[in-house]
């Protein structure tokens, strides 16, 4: 079946420090990728994107590349701010689907920045 | 009034009262869904509607009665619930046949008493 594997957390960094969340996927075919971020008393926005292989999705300074050999879609950004702090969702949603869409999200993944 | 709204934003109820959750989408798309967020648990995709005809119902107690009267408008009435019903309810839509993400609205944070 489909499922997205991200990493645990809390993860915890400093400002301007590196960031990278790991996720991995399991799908048939060639999924559409997301990464959703969802900051305190709000709803989820879609960060980024990727609909096929190889497709690198940025979006505020955040990257994830479709890597389809690994079956992976880490993000990754440079230098994170404390506005960063925030739950990020790595999601995707299957092939096959006419009606409507149908995304299956990961458990999500807390980040807390420190000024 | 832009993206996906959703009123109220908070909403406090005894578990026999009756009650409605609002969501509205200006976005132009067909088709919409209520998820549960509760903490420390996976978002749950209870209800979908695609062209104002549910197509999904994941096994969601009858206390809970979703409405879509129309593509942009969509409902979700509360009755007779549980404190473990206490959790987000997140709203969202999407485009049949276009681009298949979803685009969320605020939430509804609900406390049942």
């Known amino acids: 079946g489909n499922s997205v594997t991200q990493m645990e957390g809390p993860v915890t960094l400093s400002e301007e420090a590196f960031l990278t969340i790991n996720c991995t996927y399991t799908a048939t075919g060639y999924p559409s990728l997301f990464w959703y971020v969802q900051y305190p008393g709000e709803g989820l926005q879609l960060l980024l994107k990727a609909t096929k292989a190889d497709d690198k999705g940025s979006n505020k300074g955040f990257e994830a590349t479709y890597r389809k050999e690994t079956t992976s879609f880490h993000l990754e950004k440079g230098s994170v701010q404390v506005s960063d702090s925030a739950v990020y969702f790595c999601a995707l949603s299957p092939t096959g689907y006419s009606s409507a869409s149908k995304i299956i999200f990961g458990s999500g993944t807390r980040l807390s920045i420190r000024p | 009034e832009t993206g996906v709204t959703q009123t109220p934003r908070h909403l406090v109820m005894g578990m026999t009262n009756k009650k409605s959750l609002k969501c509205e989408q200006h976005l132009g798309h067909n088709a919409m869904y209520w998820y549960k967020q509760s903490a420390k648990k996976p978002l749950e995709l209870m209800f979908v509607y695609s062209l104002e005809e549910r197509v999904e119902n994941n096994s969601v107690p009858s206390r809970f009665s979703p409405e879509c009267p129309n593509s942009s408008h969509l409902f979700l009435h509360l009755h007779t619930l549980q404190p473990e019903d206490s959790a987000l309810y997140l709203c969202?839509?999407?485009?049949?046949?276009?681009?298949?993400?979803?685009?969320f609205g605020p939430g509804t944070r609900l406390t049942v008493t």
């Open positions: 969202a839509s999407s485009q049949v046949g276009g681009p298949s993400e979803q685009y």
